[in-house]
């Protein structure tokens, strides 16, 4: 059984920078992927990027391109999320979950473990 947690949430200004962390626990030579999600409030479950564990190649969603960077240390079996120039649509809890499969990785039903989810807030 493999455990998530998220860290490294908060309130940053609009143009600042964040870095959430996901370290994992339990089991990782099982994971396929893993990915950040991020849900606002009133929207659905937002895919944000993934990152293959064992290969390292990535991606990102349109929306956070450019913008945004996943990363994996598999030495410390933790991802990130390095974001930068946030606007207040970035606002959301942010959800680091793995997976097992290869197919539709967009798709948060077919993730296996989930992270308890971490507040990014950015101000105007």
């Known amino acids: 059984q493999v455990q998530l947690v998220e860290t490294g949430g908060g309130l940053v200004q609009a143009g600042g920078s964040l870095r959430l962390s996901c370290a994992a626990s339990?089991?990782?030579?099982?994971?396929?992927?893993m990915t950040w999600f991020r849900q606002a409030p009133g929207k659905e479950r937002e895919f944000v990027a993934f990152?293959?564990?064992?290969?390292?190649?990535?991606v990102h969603a349109d929306s956070v391109k450019g913008r945004f960077t996943i990363s994996r240390d598999k030495a410390k079996n933790t991802m990130y999320l390095q974001m930068n120039r946030m606007n207040p649509e970035d606002t959301a809890v942010y959800y680091c979950?793995?997976?097992?499969?290869?197919?539709?990785?967009?798709?948060?039903?077919?993730?296996?473990?989930w992270g308890q989810g971490t507040q990014v807030t950015v101000s105007s």
């Open positions: 339990g089991g990782t030579a099982s994971i396929y992927g």
């Open positions: 979950a793995a997976r097992r499969s290869a197919v539709n990785l967009s798709n948060a039903r077919l993730y296996d473990y």
């Open positions: 990152v293959n564990w064992k290969v390292g190649n990535t």
